[in-house]
């Protein structure tokens, strides 16, 4: 059965420091997410992206973060300047279609990432 | 306000014992979806169903039940007979079809322990 993938499973790195968490989605799906989940709270949404432009973002997805879909398969997510808050898990999720919320997200296995 | 309620943080029920999940949701949209997703310890999110709002019919599938209620708001999960490998948290999520695009509104997660 198709997945979405993420890596890495986790990423330590320093404050300040660029981080770049990837993505392949489900391959015949069309609209792509990030969401972040701190630990032990709520998922809360990121960015959806279609056809190579974002479609929509929330208030946390502020000028350090980019998303990017370099190659036919990839999808990033760019944090430019790590802060410690920033230390969550960020799950990448995929979905046929984007078709007003009815199309089912399906999510990768996160990326565990903690900022020092 | 929030959009999705899951007033329940944690659960611990004895194996074999019932068990009901609540969600409670607010939209102003006539269209909107609604999901469960079960995040294991492992930490991926995995999908468990999705119900519209023009469809209030319960559904089963195996020992897995939903009970929709738009009188009340409420989309409640109700694992019968429950195992030790249902022990993960659950997320209630709402996705509106109008204004707000594709995004999913998830609640806070009910932690359930299964006790062997």
């Known amino acids: 059965e198709p997945e979405v993938t993420q890596t890495p499973s986790h990423q330590v790195t320093q404050m300040g420091q660029e981080v770049i968490l990837r993505c392949v989605p489900i391959?015949?799906?069309?609209?792509f997410y990030w969401y972040r989940q701190i630990l032990g709270q709520k998922v809360e949404f990121l960015v959806s992206?279609?056809?190579?432009?974002?479609?929509?973002k929330s208030e946390i997805f502020d000028d350090q973060f980019s998303v990017e879909r370099p190659d036919g398969s990839n999808f990033t997510l760019k944090i430019r300047s790590t802060k410690l808050e920033d230390s969550a898990m960020y799950f990448c999720?995929?979905?046929?279609?984007?078709?007003?919320?009815?199309?089912?997200?399906?999510f990768g296995p996160g990326t565990r990432l903690l900022v020092l | 306000a929030q959009k999705v309620t899951q007033a329940q943080t944690e659960i611990s029920v004895v194996e074999k014992e019932d068990v009901t999940l609540d969600c409670v949701y607010e939209t102003r949209d006539t269209t909107y979806y609604l999901f469960w997703y079960k995040q294991p310890p492992s930490g991926e999110l995995v999908f468990l169903i999705r119900?519209?709002?023009?469809?209030?019919q319960n559904e089963i599938s195996g020992r897995y039940s939903w009970n929709f209620q738009k009188s009340t708001s409420s989309f409640n999960f109700t694992i019968t007979a429950s195992q030790v490998v249902d022990s993960a948290v659950y997320f209630c999520?709402?996705?509106?079809?109008?204004?707000?695009?594709?995004?999913?509104?998830f609640g806070t997660g009910t932690s359930l322990t299964v006790i062997p």
């Open positions: 391959s015949n799906h069309l609209y």
């Open positions: 992206f279609y056809n190579n432009e974002i479609s929509e």
């Open positions: 999520a709402l996705s509106e079809a109008y204004g707000t695009g594709n995004q999913f509104y």
């Open positions: 999720a995929s979905s046929q279609l984007g078709d007003r919320g009815r199309e089912t997200q399906y």
């Open positions: 119900r519209n709002s023009f469809d209030e």
